[in-house]
């Protein structure tokens, strides 16, 4: 069967259409020869294939796939850093319109052969008389282990192998290896605003780092609400913003530079501190921008696995809209939390969630991550009125489950004055009165919303599946 490039509209078309459809089977590997997604520490591969064994980095071919936009001049150092530092002697690398392949010579790749995405048919003989799996099952057939590697190289070979009988196994059992994270990641989102979402998210993490849990927050909204009440802005002019020039978006922007450690910042809202990465008003500005980079849904998940041993929890503070930072939040994140005051219009809103999931499933099942798993309804910002709570409360929860088909979380949190407070606190400074916010539990820790935000940490945590 040919191959088209106009068919490849982005980067998953390529890896199913010309890589996994079309080349693989073409070039004489069987699904039983070759891995997607495999990661080694801070390096993930989009396709690791092998001629002869696990072992066997001369017979092995790294391919790598981008969206047909990308100009695959800007790839070739990430390729090459991949194939000298796990000692692999081929990569492919394609955007879907061009195809090329390079060779690893010593801490150096060459480039062996081009052409266009168009022409691959034509030229599949000299693409073969390469990286076929029988040529290199050939070239590979005198060379064993302890001639073609030093001590450094066979441990990565040592790696490389029990990564992938790891990985085997995994599947066997029904697993990917994204859904295997010594990291939890969470994002609490509702598309509509004013549910408590901020107080959530700003709280329970606060109260997971009291138990002695790493923590890191990232704010997705460019109206910085958690920014903001995790006392990161400090700033009473815009000339003086410390914001603009190292936040979310530069995250997202940037494969190579503004790493999460770098952009990440200590804040002391809570102690222990906890990391926070801040938003940035101008934000909104960029999503156009953003959504023409080929990576940009994955881009955060990728810089995540980086400081994957940083961290125990990261929760992500997500906008009130189904827009593109929403889609990264989601598709990042193992666990989904859902506040909502549980009146009409939030209930009504989770109708829209449930569909806006299922599609960011769809994207997670072709990137080979396992479908986000719900937490559940949080109720949040839920009055105190006796009668509410006694008569209309219940009802309001009973219907959740049944006309939207979300579990409800144990947990409640109350609309209560403490925690309103705790976020609108202010200090003086130089007879300035600036913002000061603070956790629920550094303001006032005997109060019945720290206790209840006490309770939510234990019922995530034990949803998650961290011990305590």
Request: hydrophobic share 40%; with cysteine.
């Amino acid at each position: 069967m040919p191959f088209f490039p106009e068919n490849c509209r982005n980067e998953s078309e390529v890896e199913s259409k010309l890589i996994v459809q079309y080349l693989l089977p073409a070039l004489g590997y069987s699904p039983d020869t070759w891995y997607q997604e495999v990661a080694f520490g801070s390096i993930r591969l989009d396709f690791l294939a092998f001629a002869r064994g696990l072992y066997d980095s001369l017979s092995s071919v790294i391919i790598e796939a981008k969206h047909p936009n990308q100009n695959l001049n800007n790839h070739v150092y990430r390729l090459s850093q991949y194939l000298t530092s796990l000692n692999i002697q081929y990569g492919l690398l394609t955007n879907g319109r061009e195809i090329r392949i390079y060779q690893k010579d010593q801490n150096q790749i060459k480039l062996l052969f081009k052409c266009l995405g168009k022409d691959v048919e034509n030229n599949l003989s000299a693409i073969k008389s390469i990286i076929g799996k029988e040529v290199l099952t050939k070239d590979g057939s005198n060379t064993s282990l302890p001639e073609i590697a030093n001590k450094n190289t066979a441990k990565l070979l040592y790696q490389i192998e029990q990564e992938l009988i790891r990985l085997e196994q995994l599947y066997n059992a029904g697993f990917t290896p994204e859904g295997q994270h010594t990291m939890k990641t969470i994002a609490v989102y509702h598309n509509k605003g004013g549910v408590g979402k901020t107080t959530t998210v700003v709280n329970l993490a606060a109260a997971l780092s009291k138990r002695g849990k790493r923590v890191l927050v990232i704010d997705l909204d460019s109206q910085a609400n958690t920014t903001f009440a995790t006392g990161l802005i400090k700033f009473d002019d815009e000339e003086l913003d410390n914001l603009k020039d190292s936040n979310i978006r530069h995250v997202l922007q940037s494969e190579e530079a503004y790493p999460i450690r770098q952009v990440a910042r200590p804040s002391q809202f809570n102690q222990p501190e906890i990391d926070v990465i801040p938003s940035h008003i101008s934000l909104m500005r960029y999503e156009q921008e953003l959504s023409q980079l080929a990576d940009i849904k994955i881009m955060l998940d990728e810089k995540l696995q980086a400081v994957n041993t940083d961290y125990d929890i990261v929760i992500f503070d997500t906008p009130p809209a189904l827009n593109l930072f929403s889609e990264i939040a989601l598709t990042t994140a193992d666990y989904l939390l859902i506040p909502s005051d549980l009146k009409p219009f939030a209930n009504q809103g989770l109708l829209n969630i449930k569909e806006f999931f299922k599609r960011i499933d769809k994207f997670r099942k072709i990137i080979g991550k396992p479908p986000i798993n719900i937490l559940g309804v949080l109720p949040c910002k839920i009055s105190t009125n006796s009668k509410f709570v006694q008569s209309t409360l219940p009802k309001r929860i009973a219907a959740i489950p049944k006309r939207y088909g979300f579990e409800v979380m144990d947990s409640v949190i109350y609309e209560r004055e403490d925690l309103a407070k705790s976020m609108e606190r202010t200090t003086k400074v130089d007879d300035i009165e600036r913002s000061d916010p603070r956790s629920v539990f550094d303001y006032k820790p005997d109060s019945i919303s720290a206790q209840e935000f006490e309770v939510l940490a234990t019922e995530v945590l034990r949803k998650i599946g961290v011990a305590e």
